[in-house]
């Protein structure tokens, strides 16, 4: 029995329950230092207490013996590969159907319930109908595989669980929550090791590690810079400091254009500022400018001179159906009514609607 790992399973469960050792003991006839015990793995329980804790932790048996295969990293990654391609080939109910059945399937494996959520997360921009009845629940299953993460502090997943509830919450408008997660983030992760891990490996002689290691951290950082620059430019239109939010997406468009990254967001953020300057000959001018610079953009970095190693999670079909519906988003894009008739913007959309096929 030890091989089973019972006293984990009882452990994981109590306390995605959030009931305490005493709870447990009362309603399976034990005393709370028994279950100490299960659960630090110095003993384990009597045969005949099996159906009685797998009834209390509201598990079967084949989950509190663990006889469901056990998940390595490597098949998560390989798993979702292939969700990926449900999400994008068979849209997001058939890809949130399927991770619901594998969570069934593999109901003890962190690294599974991380890797679901943040896909639940990054495929929800696909859902058609982002009405709260409809959209809310996905992200909460999304929060609720990521505070079980959180909950049991798995130390290897738990900053990357921080981070992902941070995210939903801001996007459910959650403010104090997600505040709350990067607080808690910010006092349990405050050193990011990939930021000296390619010097290392380049001191180890591991060059090509080192110089992929080095490319995709160059890539975050800078998917990051313009994040927090288009934040401020944000903050400066929000104040109506327009020549202040000019100077902020300048850069932005500086920096996607020396490094070929960023989808040309730049462009459409300037474009936006110049509807709310009233400037719409300007601002249909970036917008066709945007939609030459999108539809120009390859589908990964092979060809890209600074990200020629970075290989994306998505490949390049899948590439292209997210691209099209990104497309189909600005071509149905209300705010962008303003500009129609003016023949840039006219041009811009008509090249969207040429190439959605």
Same mark, same amino acid.
């Given at each position: 029995?030890?091989? %089973?790992?019972?006293?984990?399973?009882?452990?994981?469960?109590?306390?995605?329950?959030?009931?305490?050792?005493?709870?447990?003991?009362?309603? @399976?006839? @034990?005393?709370?230092?028994? @279950?100490?015990?299960?659960?630090?793995?110095?003993?384990?329980?009597?045969?005949?207490?099996?159906?009685? %804790?797998?009834?209390?932790l509201? =598990?079967?048996?084949d989950?509190?013996?663990?006889?469901?295969? !056990?998940?390595?990293?490597?098949? @998560?990654?390989?798993?979702?590969?292939? %969700?990926?391609e449900?999400?994008?080939?068979?849209?997001?109910?058939?890809?949130?159907e399927?991770?619901?059945?594998?969570?069934?399937?593999?109901?003890?494996s962190?690294?599974?319930?991380?890797?679901?959520?943040?896909?639940?997360?990054?495929?929800?921009?696909?859902?058609?109908?982002?009405?709260?009845?409809?959209?809310?629940?996905?992200?909460?299953?999304?929060?609720?595989?990521l505070?079980?993460?959180?909950t049991? !502090?798995?130390a290897?997943?738990?900053s990357?669980?921080l981070?992902?509830?941070?995210?939903?919450?801001?996007?459910?408008?959650?403010?104090d929550?997600?505040? !709350?997660? %990067?607080?808690?983030?910010?006092?349990?992760?405050?050193?990011d090791p990939?930021?000296?891990?390619?010097?290392?490996?380049?001191?180890?002689?591991?060059?090509?590690e080192?110089?992929v290691?080095g490319?995709?951290?160059?890539?975050?950082?800078?998917?990051?810079?313009t994040?927090?620059?288009?934040?401020?430019?944000?903050?400066?239109?929000?104040?109506?400091?327009?020549?202040?939010?000019?100077?902020y997406?300048?850069?932005?468009?500086? =920096?996607?254009?020396?490094?070929?990254?960023?989808?040309?967001?730049?462009?459409?953020?300037?474009? !936006?500022?110049?509807?709310?300057?009233?400037?719409?000959d300007?601002a249909?001018?970036?917008?066709?400018?945007?939609?030459?610079?999108?539809?120009?953009?390859?589908?990964?970095?092979?060809?890209?001179?600074?990200?020629?190693?970075?290989?994306?999670?998505?490949?390049?079909?899948?590439? +292209?159906?997210?691209?099209? +519906?990104?497309y189909?988003?600005?071509?149905?894009?209300?705010?962008?009514?303003?500009?129609?008739?003016?023949?840039d913007y006219?041009?811009?959309?008509?090249?969207?609607?040429?190439?959605?096929?």
């Amino acid at each position: 029995m030890k091989n %089973l790992n019972i006293g984990d399973t009882i452990l994981r469960c109590r306390k995605e329950k959030g009931i305490t050792q005493e709870q447990l003991s009362n309603m @399976v006839g @034990v005393s709370a230092g028994a @279950v100490c015990k299960w659960e630090t793995g110095n003993s384990f329980p009597d045969i005949e207490l099996l159906s009685p %804790l797998a009834r209390a932790l509201n =598990i079967s048996l084949d989950e509190l013996l663990s006889f469901n295969s !056990k998940l390595l990293e490597d098949d @998560v990654i390989n798993i979702k590969k292939k %969700l990926s391609e449900v999400f994008i080939q068979e849209g997001y109910d058939a890809g949130y159907e399927e991770c619901k059945g594998l969570l069934n399937e593999y109901p003890n494996s962190v690294y599974l319930k991380l890797t679901i959520a943040e896909l639940i997360q990054m495929y929800s921009m696909m859902y058609a109908d982002k009405s709260e009845k409809l959209f809310k629940p996905k992200m909460e299953c999304a929060l609720k595989l990521l505070d079980q993460i959180v909950t049991i !502090k798995d130390a290897k997943y738990m900053s990357q669980a921080l981070f992902s509830i941070a995210s939903i919450q801001m996007m459910l408008e959650n403010y104090d929550e997600s505040e !709350k997660a %990067l607080k808690e983030l910010l006092t349990s992760s405050s050193i990011d090791p990939m930021t000296i891990y390619p010097m290392l490996l380049q001191r180890q002689g591991k060059n090509d590690e080192a110089n992929v290691q080095g490319e995709n951290m160059l890539l975050s950082h800078i998917i990051q810079s313009t994040s927090m620059l288009a934040t401020i430019a944000n903050i400066s239109i929000s104040t109506q400091n327009y020549e202040n939010a000019q100077i902020y997406i300048d850069a932005i468009r500086k =920096i996607q254009s020396l490094f070929n990254v960023g989808l040309h967001s730049g462009d459409y953020n300037l474009c !936006k500022l110049y509807i709310k300057r009233g400037q719409l000959d300007c601002a249909a001018k970036y917008f066709k400018i945007y939609v030459e610079g999108v539809i120009s953009t390859e589908y990964d970095y092979s060809n890209n001179k600074f990200f020629k190693d970075v290989q994306l999670e998505v490949a390049a079909e899948g590439q +292209k159906s997210v691209r099209k +519906k990104t497309y189909q988003s600005y071509i149905d894009d209300s705010a962008l009514n303003v500009l129609k008739g003016l023949k840039d913007y006219e041009e811009g959309i008509r090249l969207l609607k040429a190439n959605l096929y």
